[in-house]
């Protein structure tokens, strides 16, 4: 008996004349572990909501949802609430106490258990997650990847059968997302819990699970086991690049192997015939302009007793680059962006925007033609009630955008799927004509394939002139994008450096490209570069 079985199900928004989803069959057995990918807006979180009964969307639905064997509409409310987990993306829009300890028992309270046994549950999660150390804490003291493995705690806590996950990843930094992953991966095999995960990281994701789905314009195109899965999307026009870096590189030779993680990635590349002389990929930039963006020995704090998050910061991004910023979560990236940005003053250090000290902008002069911030929450700048409205109060200009609106002109932005959000922030924040764009995480929630376009919109609006600073979390897009690249760590640089080298010089922040070449070729940090490593076929014996 399947613990969960999906019959031909539909789902339409209202007043949308196209599905969201369209005959939608698959079945997940207990302790399966199964990641579900597609493009930005494809309908995958959509399919995961409707499985949750609390939080389904509103609109036309047909088919079945059978939880063991049963309707899901038929489970009381106590079933349906704690044997059916959810963990979604912002974990500030699922946290609703003021104390961890409080967070980790809330679920229980409300569930009527003995005092005795939520005491006795909460104490065992605390130690399973490890949290032990921050039990008393205020939530809002959390770092992001704390809140996140809080809101997993939450939900196991009540001990679910099977658990849904929606991105949660998405605001992690690598490090964190791989904690993160690697505590799925415990839950699933020693607890023999069934995850349904929602993932765009899938150099990660895809080797932990047993089973893959695929989504592609609502439409089911994959439903398989891993390996035979990953080798039917190779050549999709949207999921191929998202798959993992050892499984492209076989493609791009022709194999008909289908490593998954580096270390198989690695055996590969050390059984292919190799060039004698390896290439050294990637020049430091000859960029020699002035500093659209100078920061100098700044000093931040949140509150007069507190400690300093921004600690002597030093930075200056020259005019006409894309310079990205990389670090963990709480190093202070986002508070360095907002000081640039002229929403935090900073106690002391001097910051000038194209040569003029920023307390010098008068009014709001700083957000004429001259910069524009695309926050971390990126919901935060939609004021209107209808994606068109937001387009229309700003005189956005989409044509030249990497993405059509059209589909989604009558939708609440609220309704839009995290990629599709950030799309249509950035659009509105260009429609200021900035000369300095400063954008946190601007790949959150983007597929593999909106990652490329992204990339691509960022380098020709380069090319015309734009300065882009960028924090991110997204290695490969780091990678892919920016002409320099900085680690960001306590409130400061520690080391700057073209993407080649600076991802050749790091261990952990890196991509999965440059560790399966490491030691072979260390500058090659995409895939495209390690295939290349391979003697072509008419140079071979």
């Excluded at 002409?483 to 700057?496: H, Y």
Aim: proline share 6%; charged share 20%.
């Amino acid at each position: 008996m399947a613990l969960l079985a999906i019959q031909n199900l539909s789902f339409a928004y209202p007043l949308s004349p196209q599905k969201a989803l369209e005959n939608i069959s698959f079945s997940l057995e207990k302790g399966d572990f199964c990641v579900l990918c597609g493009a930005t807006g494809s309908g995958k979180s959509t399919l995961l909501r409707c499985l949750k009964r609390e939080i389904a969307p509103k609109g036309e639905l047909s088919g079945q949802i059978l939880y063991q064997d049963q309707p899901l509409s038929a489970l009381c409310e106590r079933e349906s609430a704690c044997r059916i987990g959810f963990v979604a993306q912002r974990p500030q829009q699922q946290i609703v106490a003021d104390k961890v300890w409080h967070e980790l028992a809330f679920g229980l309270e409300n569930m009527g258990l003995p005092q005795a046994v939520i005491r006795r549950r909460v104490a065992e999660t605390a130690c399973f997650f490890g949290i032990e150390d921050w039990f008393d804490r205020d939530v809002s003291t959390l770092s992001g990847g704390q809140q996140q493995l809080l809101c997993l705690a939450a939900v196991m806590v009540m001990q679910p059968d099977i658990l849904l996950l929606d991105e949660p990843t998405a605001q992690l930094d690598p490090i964190a997302a791989g904690n993160f992953l690697s505590t799925l991966q415990r839950l699933n095999r020693e607890l023999a819990l069934t995850i349904l995960l929602i993932e765009h990281r899938l150099e990660e994701a895809i080797p932990l699970a047993n089973k893959l789905l695929a989504i592609d314009d609502g439409r089911l195109i994959a439903n398989d086991a891993v390996r035979p899965a990953v080798r039917a999307l190779q050549g999709h026009p949207a999921l191929s690049s998202a798959m993992p870096v050892a499984a492209r590189v076989a493609g791009m030779w022709q194999l008909p192997d289908c490593p998954l993680t580096v270390q198989e990635g690695r055996r590969m590349l050390e059984n292919q015939p190799l060039r004698k002389n390896m290439p050294v990929f990637g020049t430091e930039s000859a960029l020699n302009t002035p500093p659209a963006l100078e920061m100098r020995d700044v000093f931040f704090r949140y509150e007069r007793n507190s400690p300093d998050v921004l600690r002597g910061l030093s930075l200056a991004v020259r005019t006409g680059e894309i310079f990205c910023l990389l670090g963990g979560n709480g190093s202070g990236k986002s508070t360095a962006l907002a000081c640039a940005a002229k929403l935090l003053r900073p106690y002391a250090g001097t910051i000038s925007v194209f040569g003029k000290k920023l307390k010098n902008y008068a009014g709001q002069s700083l957000y004429q033609n001259c910069l524009a911030l695309l926050p971390q929450d990126v919901q935060t700048l939609f004021l209107c009630s209808t994606v068109a409205e937001e387009l229309q109060s700003v005189h956005a200009d989409t044509a030249n955008f990497p993405m059509d609106f059209t589909p989604l002109l009558n939708r609440h932005p609220y309704d839009l799927s995290g990629g599709e959000q950030q799309a249509l922030a950035l659009c509105k924040a260009l429609a200021a004509r900035p000369r300095l764009l400063l954008l946190d995480e601007p790949t959150k929630g983007l597929d593999a394939c909106a990652r490329e376009r992204m990339t691509a919109l960022l380098q020709a609006l380069r090319a015309q002139g734009l300065t882009v600073l960028c924090v991110t979390h997204d290695v490969a897009f780091a990678a892919a994008c920016a002409d320099r690249c900085a680690l960001f760590f306590r409130g400061e640089v520690v080391s700057c450096g073209e993407p080649h080298a600076f991802f050749a010089g790091n261990h952990y922040y890196t991509t999965a490209a440059n560790r399966m070449a490491r030691g072979v070729c260390d500058t090659a940090i995409c895939a495209e570069e390690v295939a290349a490593l391979r003697r072509p076929p008419e140079a071979q014996p």
